[in-house]
């Protein structure tokens, strides 16, 4: 990332990885360091309707999979806030699995973040990102923080979790999410690279945003 870019453009970060990596921590922090000057929009609110295939504990349905996102979406929305336009987005309920009624209002602010597993996947949406950062995190600290979240945050059981973990997730991030990788410009491995990328991140988004 330079410091060159035009005062007024939209800069938009893509920070990618496997459930669990670590990536929204990181997208949270520098949303927390840039104030309104940043936006974090979530590839979770871009899921299409699962509620008539959900068996409650999620064995039925692959949310690790494209197909099971609106990616397109995603990189159209995109490319509105990258013209300076405010754009709407979906909100998707976890309990229910079904997309709310109100959509989000999302304004055009200087930075805008991205945070998803398989953002990196398609082409057309990787080509929305300035900039592409990657969490290289092992697989047993993903499942971790997946089943604590999965449990404290979404109603699930922990053999749900684990079950699903097995028969989706691994294989999903093998296959979709840890190629990926290869896209990003930055691949953070371990905690003294977190604290590196985030110091270098923070402060160049900062002058940015302050033009």
Not at 18 to 23: A, D, F, I, L, T
Not at 91 to 103: A, L, M, N, Q, S
């Amino acid at each position: 990332m330079t410091d060159s870019i035009r005062r007024n453009k939209t800069f938009i970060l893509g920070v990618a990885g496997g459930s669990g990596s670590g990536k929204t921590y990181f997208a949270q922090a520098l949303k927390d360091a840039l104030g309104d000057a940043a936006t974090i929009v979530y590839q979770d609110n871009f899921y299409i309707d699962q509620s008539h295939r959900f068996d409650h504990d999620g064995g039925a349905v692959n949310f690790d999979h494209p197909e099971s996102l609106e990616l397109s979406l995603l990189a159209k929305c995109l490319g509105e806030l990258r013209q300076g336009q405010g754009t709407r987005i979906p909100r998707y309920d976890f309990k229910t699995h079904r997309r709310e009624r109100e959509e989000l209002y999302v304004p055009p602010t200087a930075v805008i973040i991205v945070d998803g597993i398989l953002i990196f996947h398609p082409e057309d949406l990787r080509s929305q990102f300035d900039e592409m950062v990657f969490f290289d995190t092992p697989e047993e600290l993903r499942y971790e923080r997946r089943l604590e979240r999965d449990v404290n945050e979404r109603g699930r059981t922990p053999e749900g979790v684990r079950a699903q973990f097995l028969k989706q997730v691994k294989p999903m991030h093998d296959e979709f999410v840890a190629p990926s990788k290869a896209h990003a410009h930055v691949v953070v491995r371990d905690l003294g690279d977190y604290h590196e990328h985030f110091v270098a991140y923070r402060d160049r988004l900062i002058r940015l945003a302050r033009g």
